[in-house]
C-alpha cells in the first residue's frame, strides 16, 4: 500500500486577507486583530516555552458571531483554534499551525441565575470566580476553584475539565456542568446536556468537557451551584519530611475523613512563598506542610476537625494551626493560591507538568522527582492536590535556548513516565494539549486512540477545531506516532506507517 501524507504536516497557503475581508463584514472593527504586534499577546498561554503567533484573531461577543465566524472557516477550510484567557498549561490554546485564533474573552455575560433549581448560565469568557460573588449573597457558591480562578475562564475549564484544591470532595468541572450550547466546526449550533444531572441518553456533553477545542466551541454554559457549608475550618501542619505528610494524608482518608481538600508544599515552594510575601507564611525549615480544609453542618466540622489534627500529630506533624474565621482560612490558603506567582519571582522561566498517581505512591513519586531533578541539574519545586494525587512539580531553568529546552521537557516526560509506573496517567487537569500529545500513546492503546479518533471525526469530520493538539502525529512526535493511520478523508484505513487524526 502507498504511504499516505500525514495531514498535518502538508503546507497549506490560505487567503488571510478574504477571510479578514469576510469576518469585517459582520464584526465589529476591533474584534479582528491584524497587526502582528496585537497578535504577540496570543502567541502562547500559560506553557511559555512555546510560542506560535496566529496569523488572524477575532473577538466575538455572541453566539452568532462564533457561529458565522466558523462558517466562514468551513466554506474557506480554514482551521481554527477556540481561546479564553489564555491561562491555560498544556499549550492547547495556542495556533501552531496557521489557523484562525477564535478568543472567547469578550463574552462575559451572566446569562441567567435560577436559585430554586441551584444553576447558573454563563457565556465562556466568564472568570471563574466571578460565578460565586455573583451568588454568594444568596448563600450559594461554585466549587470548582482552580489556583488561576481569579483570572481562568469558564470556557477553558470545560476545554481543560479544570479541578481545583475542592476537586478532592467535589469533583472537577464535568461535575459541575448541566447544559452546554456548542457551535460545531461546520458552524451550526447545538445543545448538549440538559436540565437533569444524569440524562438518559448519550452524554455528549460529558464528552464535549475536557476535549481540549478539538469538537467545537462552547457558547454557554449551565453550571451547578451549591449551598454555601454551614462551617468551614483549614489546617496548617508542618512536617518534618515529605514521607510523614503523606503517610497524614494517607491516614485522613483511610479514617473515612472527606476534606474539601487537602493540599501539599515542599520546603522549595515553602520558602519561595514566604520570600514572594517578605514573610514567614508558613515554616521555613519544614519540609513540607498539609493544608486541609473541611466543611459541613457545625458538629461535623468539629468532629473531623479534631480527628484530622489527632491523625497529623500521629504522623509526625510537629505544629498545627487552626483558621475558622474567613480571613484566618484566607491567609492560610493565600500561600498556596500563590505558588506558581512565587517560582516565577524566583525564576523567570519555570515548566509545569501535571500528572497523577495513586495517593499511596506519593512518597515513591516524590522520591523519583528527587532524583530526576539531581540527574539533569535542574531545581524542581513541588506543589499538589495531596487528597487525589495530582501533582504539579515546577521544573525551573534558566535561558530560551533549543538545547535548555529540551532538556527541560526530557525531563517533564520522565516525571510522566515515573507517573505512569506507579499506575497513574499523564494529565490530572491540564490537559493533553501540544504538550502532551507524544505521550498519549503511552498511556492508550491503539485501539483506544482509535476510538477517540471515531468520536472526534464525528464532531470535526474535516479536523478543523484545534488541530494538531491531544494525539500523537508524525510531524510532532516522529516514530511514537507511526503505527497506523485512523483516518484520512474520513474513511478508515486498515495499515500504513502514520498516524492521521
Known amino acids: 500500500m502507498p504511504k499516505l501524507r500525514d495531514r498535518s504536516s502538508k503546507v497549506v497557503n490560505h487567503d488571510w486577507p478574504l477571510l479578514e475581508r469576510e469576518l469585517r463584514k459582520f464584526l465589529p472593527k476591533k474584534a479582528v486583530v491584524s497587526k502582528r504586534q496585537e497578535l504577540l499577546v496570543y502567541d502562547c498561554d500559560g506553557l511559555t516555552i512555546n510560542r506560535h503567533t496566529p496569523p488572524l484573531a477575532v473577538l466575538p461577543e455572541t453566539t452568532s458571531q462564533v457561529s458565522k465566524i466558523l462558517k466562514c472557516c468551513h466554506k474557506n477550510s480554514i482551521p481554527f483554534v477556540a481561546r479564553g484567557s489564555g491561562t491555560g498549561l498544556s499549550g492547547g490554546a495556542v495556533a501552531e499551525e496557521e489557523t484562525l485564533l477564535v478568543i472567547t474573552s469578550r463574552m462575559r455575560e451572566i446569562l441567567a441565575i435560577d436559585l430554586e433549581n441551584q444553576t447558573i448560565k454563563v457565556q465562556p469568557g466568564v472568570i471563574n470566580s466571578w460565578v460565586t460573588n455573583a451568588v454568594k449573597g444568596d448563600g450559594f457558591y461554585y466549587a470548582p476553584d482552580p489556583s488561576s480562578q481569579i483570572i481562568c475562564s469558564i470556557g477553558g475549564n470545560v476545554a481543560e475539565n479544570s479541578g481545583g484544591v475542592h476537586c478532592l470532595k467535589y469533583g472537577v ?47 454557554s454554559i449551565t453550571l451547578r451551584l451549591l449551598k454555601a457549608p454551614q462551617n468551614i475550618s483549614v489546617l496548617l501542619a508542618d512536617f518534618p519530611t515529605m514521607e510523614a505528610a503523606g503517610l497524614a494524608v494517607s491516614q485522613i482518608t483511610a479514617a473515612g475523613l472527606l476534606p474539601a481538600g487537602m493540599e501539599i508544599m515542599d520546603n522549595f515552594m515553602i520558602n519561595a512563598v514566604n520570600d514572594l510575601f517578605g514573610a514567614e507564611e508558613y515554616p521555613p525549615d519544614a519540609a513540607a506542610v498539609l493544608l486541609i480544609e473541611i466543611d459541613g453542618q457545625e458538629n461535623e466540622v468539629n468532629l473531623a476537625t479534631e480527628h484530622a489534627i489527632k491523625l497529623c500529630i500521629n504522623t509526625g506533624a510537629r505544629h498545627i494551626r487552626k483558621a475558622v474565621q474567613a480571613k484566618d482560612r484566607e491567609r492560610l490558603w493565600k500561600g498556596r493560591k500563590s505558588a506558581f506567582a512565587a517560582v516565577g519571582k524566583i525564576s523567570s522561566k519555570y515548566f509545569v507538568q501535571d500528572g497523577v498517581v495513586p495517593r499511596s505512591s506519593l512518597p515513591k513519586i516524590l522520591k523519583s522527582i528527587e532524583i530526576l531533578s539531581k540527574k539533569y541539574n535542574l531545581p524542581i519545586a513541588n506543589v499538589f492536590h495531596a487528597g487525589d494525587g495530582n501533582l504539579h512539580p515546577l521544573i525551573l531553568y534558566k535561558g530560551g535556548s533549543p538545547e535548555i529546552e529540551t532538556q527541560v521537557k526530557e525531563l517533564g516526560a520522565e516525571i510522566l513516565k515515573e507517573c505512569l509506573a506507579v499506575g497513574g496517567s499523564i494529565t490530572g487537569e491540564h490537559g493533553v494539549g501540544s504538550d502532551k500529545r507524544c505521550y498519549l500513546d503511552w498511556m492508550f492503546t491503539s485501539d483506544d486512540l482509535e476510538t477517540m479518533g471515531f468520536l472526534r471525526k464525528a464532531f470535526d469530520p474535516h479536523n478543523r477545531a484545534n488541530p494538531g493538539k491531544v494525539f500523537p502525529t508524525p510531524r510532532s512526535c516522529g516514530e511514537s506516532a507511526r503505527k497506523k493511520v485512523y483516518f484520512q478523508d474520513n474513511k478508515k484505513i486498515k495499515e500504513s506507517n502514520l498516524e492521521v487524526y
Open 173 to 219: 468541572t464535568s461535575n459541575h456542568v448541566m447544559e452546554i450550547e456548542v457551535v460545531l466546526p461546520n458552524g451550526e449550533v447545538t445543545t448538549l446536556g440538559g436540565p437533569i444531572n444524569e440524562p438518559a441518553e448519550l452524554d455528549l456533553r460529558g464528552a464535549f468537557i475536557g476535549s481540549e477545542g478539538t469538537l467545537g466551541i462552547a457558547t
